[in-house]
């Protein structure tokens, strides 16, 4: 999706003028993907911009930097006032916001440690990932013949720059094909998640999910329905989907930041239907929590 451009990005401690938030030919990032990054959406909520779980989501950009050996020079606490800032000062109500960090310019070479780390955030209107009419209807989706990265080729749990290159020839081909989007199994050929979101399965109003040892990123959204469900007395159960209990789903969804909750209608050329009674409900309850409109989980939001 193109980017709608805004006035000021953080960029290592201070906001800065989006054109002027350049980086070096020879960034280390840029020749081996030596970055993490997050995602975050900002919501005009009942009293106004707030960000969806906001702190949750910069722990997983500490811990991503953890696992890929990156100590970045910021707390949890002035990353959250970062995102917050940049909201502010770009007047923005609803947003996308994106955090990265990554190795910079000074070093070349396959040992990374010595680099410099600069870190920004930058924030712009960004509407629906998979589209208004997705989220309304439901999309459809392929099975790629890309497998999921898994432990012992990169950590899943860690969202590296460099890891969604995975992700990015999953989505081609999906595309390529007639498709919306993929879907991506693991190394044992189970179920795993799409290029950027999780995935939901509704079977005789039971609610299942992949675990985390299914090669998944731990989706904060993910994280978000499975509370939301419980909220509903809707049972969930996190365990290993395979390909047959998939395609005879009664309803499948995606969740993630940027894909929210996207219901699917179809997998491989086999229906699923449309968007059924519990995807609407946990999708109707999502927006109701990330717009402060859910006094249950009035934590989960951070006004700007």
């Not at 916001?97 to 600069?118: C, H, K, Q, S, T």
Request: one cysteine or more.
């Amino acid at each position: 999706m193109p980017l709608t451009e805004v006035e000021k990005i953080w960029m290592n401690g201070k906001l800065i003028d989006w054109a002027d938030a350049k980086v070096h030919v020879l960034t280390h990032a840029l020749h081996y993907g030596s970055g993490v990054f997050e995602g975050l959406r900002c919501y005009n909520a009942k009293k106004g911009p707030a960000v969806f779980r906001l702190v949750d989501h910069m722990e997983r950009f500490l811990d991503s930097a953890k696992i890929y050996f990156m100590d970045l020079p910021y707390t949890i606490e002035q990353l959250c006032e970062g995102a917050r800032e940049v909201v502010r000062v770009n007047k923005l109500k609803e947003c996308y916001i994106r955090p990265i960090a990554f190795r910079g310019y000074g070093e070349m070479g396959l040992n990374p440690l010595n680099a410099v780390i600069d870190v920004a955030i930058a924030a712009w209107p960004w509407g629906t990932y998979l589209g208004e009419e997705g989220l309304e209807t439901g999309i459809r989706v392929k099975i790629s013949s890309y497998e999921r990265i898994n432990a012992n080729v990169m950590p899943p749990a860690a969202k590296a720059t460099g890891q969604y290159i995975n992700s990015i020839l999953a989505k081609i081909e999906s595309l390529k094909a007639g498709y919306d989007e993929a879907l991506m199994l693991d190394n044992r050929g189970m179920v795993s998640e799409g290029p950027g979101e999780n995935i939901f399965m509704v079977k005789e109003g039971f609610l299942y999910t992949p675990p985390e040892h299914a090669s998944i990123l731990p989706g904060i959204t993910r994280d978000s329905i499975i509370h939301l469900a419980g909220d509903l007395n809707i049972p969930a159960c996190i365990t290993d989907i395979d390909r047959g209990m998939l395609l005879t789903a009664d309803e499948l969804f995606f969740t993630g930041t940027a894909a929210e909750v996207t219901p699917i209608r179809e997998v491989d050329g086999i229906g699923i239907g449309k968007p059924g009674p519990i995807t609407k409900k946990l999708q109707k309850k999502f927006f109701e929590a990330a717009k402060g409109k859910d006094k249950k989980h009035e934590d989960w939001i951070d006004y700007v």
